[in-house]
């Protein structure tokens, strides 16, 4: 089976492309699509976070859930939406998280962050796929499995990657990082039902600099045009 995803990340994840619960994956996007269903982001974009982060790039990981389910919302970047879609409401307090941490401002009506995705961030969800307006409808076809597998390769085969955990969810994941080779920092979910809860005030923008700096790697320029 050919799985159209950048070719670092393809060596490194090989094993998981014939398991069964990935072939299981592909069948039920197929029958969906059969079915006249409605999929984001669009096929080409599924992978998107992997294309704009090769392997060797990974300096850093944010962990979300589930992609928008909205027409022209999502394209495979956590929490980052295409090109003349307003950022919705998490995305809006990240930005206010980074301009009082990093005292830059940034662009309210421009939600696309491929270029941290660029730098070396890799905007990894959990799943993969969501069926047009209808939330964490494809939260259980096995992206759990495969991205778990992702998070894991990152932890064994790559060293200094700062992980930055928003929530209880993300959280979840800590188990699947060597903490002895890593960093892992963790705060409330940037959600306006919980970003006063942690997140604001969080300071993982420049802690996450500093962090990078410490291994030698260039500070990531979280400033949007």
Known sequence: MDVQIEDSWKEELKQEFSK????????FLKTEKIQGKTIY?????IF???TQTPFNNVKVVIIGQDPYHGPGQAH??????????NPPPSLINIYKEIEKDMGVGMSAKHGNLIKWAQQGVLLLN???TVRANEPASHSKIGWDNFTNAVIKTIS??????????WGKFAQEKQSLIDETKHHVLKAAHPS???ADKG???CKHFSQTNELLLKEGLEPIDWKLP
Do not use: E
Not at 41 to 45: A, D, H, I, W
């Open 20 to 27: 069964a619960y990935f072939q299981q994956i592909v069948a």
């Open 41 to 45: 982001p669009p096929g080409s974009l």
């Open 48 to 50: 998107n976070a992997f």
């Open 76 to 85: 495979g970047l956590c929490f980052s939406v295409q090109d003349g879609i």
């Open 126 to 128: 959990a799943f993969l």
């Open 156 to 165: 064994d085969h790559k060293k200094g990657v700062v992980f930055l955990l």
């Open 192 to 194: 306006p039902f919980s």
């Open 199 to 201: 997140f604001f005030g």
